[in-house]
């Protein structure tokens, strides 16, 4: 394992950020010169320098981006080069990943639970920041850090709110009774103490960030310690079909809000926007195979880059490239969609709003498909994409 380099100044232009993706005018015209048998993963620079610059202007704290939504490295320098300096980091693939692209990087390891040897070798790559909802993970972050005294400690709550399309609550976070006796043993050991929560997925409501900060506001004081940091996590929404959640703008006002009310104004405040950051700044392209009636069968599917729309049946934007450049039908159907792969759970009920005239070779493109896209795909049956493009106008 390589020790994380020390911070060098790194390149600030366009071709370094994109990563020798080729670029393309329009969806269209990279569909068209492609030629590919796969899926095509489509990614919009611009629409990621400015919804990141909406984060970096709103949000009064550090903005942390959840490397998990989306990977690519050419997400990576374009953030950078927006103004994203931190990064939540969930193994040792993304520590590695972006020590790699982007040296200099300020990376917290969020995962709760954490393999020994990943604790071990982060803090050897320069991970300082580590997530944690029990005490038997505490000691293993002690342990396999040799008693560092220069940890940044954050323990994960386990809130209860309202208000997110997915829920996240079931799997991770201390209980809140037993949270403030994790927080005073943790005191004894960090040199900065945290706590973070996650609201949930799509989190639609922002009063439900408002009632996770008043509950880590009781732990806390509970607690009877010296908080130095509090991480509000993510869960920031974003405008699909039949989701319309209010601006961002909105939840930042309201987080500020409740952090001054609960008496964390003057300590350090972190964000972790994935979904909310990226989404807008991808799509994936899938063709076609074969139409049934009113069943489309795809080059992609849940295996791969549309597991969102077939597991929790997100939604999403979407709109036909008809192959021969005709002009389609102004009638819809709802279709059902099938992806590639042999397995009949490979499916997406839908129903997706389509030309009536959809034929074969045909490509729907799903928009807002730069959150976990790219990183969900798996290689079952050996249907994955590797092509990715740029859309630069």
């Known amino acids: 394992m390589q020790v994380i380099e020390a911070f060098r100044p790194l390149p600030q232009n366009q071709n370094w950020a994109l990563d020798g993706l080729k670029t393309y005018m329009s969806a269209e015209d990279a569909i ?47 953030l950078w080069q927006a103004g994203v300096r931190d990064f939540d980091v969930a193994s040792l693939r993304e520590v590695e990943l972006v020590a790699k692209t982007l040296p200099g990087a300020n990376l917290y390891f969020m995962h709760p639970v954490k393999s020994r040897q990943a604790i071990r070798y982060a803090y050897a790559m320069g991970v300082r920041g580590f997530s944690f909802d029990s005490l038997d993970e505490l000691v293993k972050i002690e342990e396999e850090t040799s008693g560092a005294s220069d940890l940044k400690l954050f323990l994960r709550l386990g809130v209860v ?41 799509q989190c639609m409501n922002p009063q439900a960030f408002a009632d996770a900060i008043s509950q880590a506001a009781t732990a806390v004081k509970a607690a009877g310690v010296h908080l130095d940091v509090i991480d509000v996590g993510g869960g920031f929404p974003v405008a699909y079909p039949g989701m319309e959640p209010p601006a961002l703008e909105d939840f930042f006002a309201v987080i500020h809000k409740a952090l001054d009310a609960n008496g964390f104004s003057g300590i350090e405040t972190l964000c972790e926007p994935g979904r909310a950051l990226v989404a807008e ?31 929790p049946e997100w939604p999403f934007p979407i709109r036909l490239v008809a192959a021969d450049g005709r002009e389609t039908s102004r009638e819809t159907i709802g279709y059902r ?57």
Not at 176 to 182: G, K, S, Y
Not at 289 to 309: I, P, S, V
């Open 32 to 78: 068209a010169d492609e030629q590919c048998n796969d899926s095509v993963h489509l990614f919009y620079p611009e629409k990621l320098m400015e919804t990141a610059r909406r984060f970096l202007a709103g949000f009064r704290g550090t903005n942390l981006y959840a490397v998990k939504a989306n990977p690519h490295e050419a997400v990576l320098k374009h």
């Open 161 to 201: 709110v309202k208000g997110a399309a997915y829920e996240l609550s079931g799997k991770f976070g201390a209980p809140l009774d037993i949270a403030p006796l994790i927080l005073q043993r943790a005191r004894v050991s960090a040199q900065r103490l945290g706590v973070c929560f996650h609201v949930g997925s």
């Open 281 to 311: 700044a991808g799509a994936v392209a899938a063709r076609v195979e074969l139409r049934k009636g009113e069943d489309l069968y795809l080059n992609d599917g849940t295996y791969g880059a549309l597991f969102d729309a077939g597991v």
């Open 337 to 393: 969609a099938y992806g590639p792969t042999c397995d009949s759970c490979d499916k997406m009920a839908g129903p997706f709003p389509l030309p009536a005239d959809v034929r074969e070779s045909d490509w729907v493109i799903f928009e807002h498909l730069g959150a976990y896209g790219h990183s969900m795909q798996a290689r079952f049956n050996g249907f994955y994409s590797e092509t990715m493009v740029a859309i630069v106008k």
